[in-house]
């Protein structure tokens, strides 16, 4: 790890304001306030108020459970973590003057409302001589440093990302800080319980419970997995089978950092107890990760904006019945339901369905991107602005190395290709399970064997394959013939 020192007057303790890196293991800003020798104040600020997007129901629900197991992490290292809510701005000044703090510091975020709102605080606090560093505790590489010939950022993965791994370097990984002295007077703190971080109106999260947030979680998942499931990672697009790392939301809030997965993975490899075919693969999934983050950085209006203007013009449809039958997973397509379905119940999907249910809803049925990406960011445990725009726009076709537009996933042989044998689907749609394989996937051709419940929304699917295909390919024609 770079040490990097804080020049601080005075005997006044640093406040460690912590955001999406809610880790003490090798994390460069904790790490650097505890370098000085004083005392630590960690501070998480939920803040609701400035341009920065607000987390979804689901998040928040993660958030919860990160931010008490980070309290507890702390405390048995002598410390406490000190929560509040409210403008982040105003929120550090105030506890600068309570503590008489001499230095805050950070890891840096990449969006541009937090690059804003991160820039102005810094002037600010350094406008009043206190020291104030920001260091990488989330990325590989930050997106300024990997640039293509003509000094910009890549648009297109591969490239980018043969040159990202030439930038990464050799990765060492800071252990966490064994101690972290409070300051004799202690500021006060919010209590989480009454956050409510809970979702209400419905409380949907009793599904959640599979998870285990925080950091010691996320440390398990990362061995577990490189103990077991990458070595059937060539198997990631099956979703009846589990070998993928599920360590999107661990790596979002920041619980294990990308050069935990990369040091850990690369040793693993070197050591022989995972293929280096496997595990590459793994790593350039995280490669994506990095990627969709660079992209934003370099294009920060594709939160909203297509990516490629020309789709500005597409003849999006408004169709608030079939939203609804999206979401609820009651589209008549099984393998599209199954994953709604997952989506609702553990707040996270496999990856080949996300392609699916958001091809499913963008070209079936013509709803904009943006209406998917809304229910995603709501519901996904996972749910992180660059991954979820790029992944939406890339399956939209708007978005940079995007898949093409007319490449139209048809949902019952993906079904067919992806889950052979129904386990995936027979796991979320418990009304089919007694279809026979090969009718599993295209149910209403099954009628006799369906059960009341299937019949409801298996006889008649809400749009019809064939017409749904052609419409979207006359809707994109529309839209090349200007
Ligand atoms: P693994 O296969 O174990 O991959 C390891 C890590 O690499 C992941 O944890 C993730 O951080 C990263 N990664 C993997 N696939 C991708 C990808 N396609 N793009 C970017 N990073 C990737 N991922 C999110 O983290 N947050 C989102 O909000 C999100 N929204 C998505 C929306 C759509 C429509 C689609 C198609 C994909 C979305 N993804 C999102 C990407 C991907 O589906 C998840 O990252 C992946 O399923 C997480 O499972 P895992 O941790 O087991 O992945």
Known sequence: MVQVRIDTAGDG???????????????????????????????????????????????????????AALGADIEQRGGRLILRRGKAAEILNQLVAETGAAGVVWNRLYDKASIDRDAAIKADLRGQSLSCESFNASLLNEPWTVKNGSGEGYKVFTPYWRAAREHIGEVHVSPAPAALPAPAKQPASDGLGD??????????????????????????????????????????????????????????????????????????????????????????????????????????????????????????????????????????????????????????????????????????????????????????????????????????????????????????SQGEKFDPNGVYVRRWVPELSNLPDKLIHSPWTAAPHLTPAAKRTYLRPIVDHSQARERALAAYQSLKGG
């Open 195 to 412: 956050w409510n971080l809970h979702p209400t109106k419905p409380d949907w999260s009793k599904g959640f419970s599979i998870w285990t947030p925080g950091e010691a979680g996320a440390a398990e998942r990362l061995q577990a997995f490189l103990a077991s499931q990458v070595q059937n990672y060539d198997k990631r697009d099956i979703p009846g089978v589990e070998v993928t790392s599920r360590l999107s939301p661990h790596l979002h809030f920041g619980e294990i950092g990308p050069r935990q997965v990369w040091a850990a993975t690369r040793s693993a490899i070197a050591a022989g107890d995972v293929p280096a075919g496997q595990g590459e693969k793994f790593l350039s999934e995280v490669g994506w990760r990095e990627f969709n983050h660079s992209i934003l950085f370099h294009r920060p209006d594709i939160t909203t904006a297509n990516f490629r203007p020309e789709f500005d013009a597409f003849p999006w449809n408004r169709d608030d019945a079939a939203f609804k039958a999206w979401t609820r997973g009651q589209t008549g397509y099984p393998i599209v339901d199954a994953g709604m379905r997952e989506l609702w119940t553990t707040g996270f999907m496999h990856n080949r369905v996300r392609m699916i249910v958001a091809s499913f809803l963008i070209k079936h049925l013509l709803i904009d991107w943006r209406q998917g990406e809304a229910w995603f960011w709501d519901t996904l445990l996972d749910a992180d602005l660059p991954n979820n725009v790029g992944n939406w726009q890339w399956v939209a076709g708007s978005g940079a190395d995007a898949a093409p537009y007319f490449r139209i996933f048809n949902p019952i």
């Open 13 to 67: 303790p640093i406040l460690v304001w912590l955001r999406r890196d809610l880790r003490l293991t090798d994390n460069p800003a904790l790490d650097a306030a505890v370098s000085t020798g004083r005392s630590v104040i960690p501070l998480y600020i939920l803040d609701e108020t400035e341009g920065v997007r607000p987390m979804g129901a689901a998040s928040l629900w993660w958030l919860d459970k990160s931010l």
